[in-house]
């Protein structure tokens, strides 16, 4: 099953999305390893390209502090930011 968030925007209305039924805490696992495995794809992912613009400018978005409209969210997304360039770093070494 391909995660919503995985699709690109301009996939058209017509095309089937799947969905399956999961428990609470297998949502919150999964969902966890949705948001590890989109940011890893999203920053690798081009903003130009149509098909994966979508990924790519979630898991930009999702580290802006500014796009937060809490001020609890904006901290989450400044600990991501951070998160992802204390992990790149250790790559690009």
């Known amino acids: 099953m391909i995660p ?52 790519s400018e979630r898991a930009i978005r999702s580290m802006d502090p500014g796009a937060a409209s809490t001020t609890e969210e904006a901290k989450r997304r400044l600990a991501r930011q951070r998160s992802f360039q204390r992990v790149s770093s250790e790559y690009s070494a």
């Open 4 to 55: 919503r968030s995985f699709l690109p925007r301009t996939l058209p209305p017509n095309v089937p999305r799947g969905k399956a039924p999961a428990c609470r805490e297998c949502n919150e696992a999964y969902g966890k390893a949705e948001e590890d495995l989109i940011m890893a794809l999203g920053m690798c992912l081009s903003t130009e390209d149509p098909y994966a613009n979508s990924v």
